[in-house]
């Protein structure tokens, strides 16, 4: 994970993905863990810069941040739901009618916890990362965003 805004960058074929993403209508929310703020090894104004960038550069409709770390057991920190309880309360959204894209088994855990549609993005990450709950595994976001596409059509 990028410490500095200089090291943050978007995956390849992000910004196509999130154009197909929006012509289907739905909502476009990243819901991400940051425990590093927590642990005190990275600033909070540092992390609130590249999702500033994200909602900017990709026209998200909204970011969820967790800035506890590991041991606080809070509600939000994924594999707990209460990002997505928390999105789905301001933008009206049926989280059974949703999808949830990820690449950590916590968040296909939150996504199928609430009924989303869960698609595992999988970069790789060691076995223990690798969730056996997923509703489809993708090789990165462009292949999971042309199957949201194919699934609603």
């Known amino acids: 994970a990028p410490r500095k805004l200089n090291d943050f960058k978007f995956v390849d074929d992000v910004e196509n993905a999130i154009k197909i993403l929006k012509s289907t209508g739905y909502y476009l929310i990243v819901v991400t863990n940051q425990p590093d703020v927590g642990n005190g090894l990275m600033k909070k104004e540092i992390v609130e810069s590249m999702n500033n960038l994200m909602m900017t550069r990709l026209g998200l409709d909204a970011v969820k941040v967790c800035y506890h770390s590991q041991k606080d057991e809070c509600d939000c920190r994924k594999p707990k739901p209460g990002m997505l309880l928390e999105s789905s309360r301001e933008l009206g959204i049926d989280l059974k009618e949703s999808f949830l894209i990820g690449d950590r088994k916590g968040d296909i855990v939150a996504g199928k ?11 790789g990450y060691s076995k223990s990362e690798q969730p056996s709950t997923a509703d489809f595994v993708a090789s990165n976001i462009k292949e999971a965003a042309s199957h949201i596409l194919s699934y609603i059509t």
């Open 113 to 123: 916890s609430v009924g989303c549609y869960s698609i595992f993005i999988d970069n």
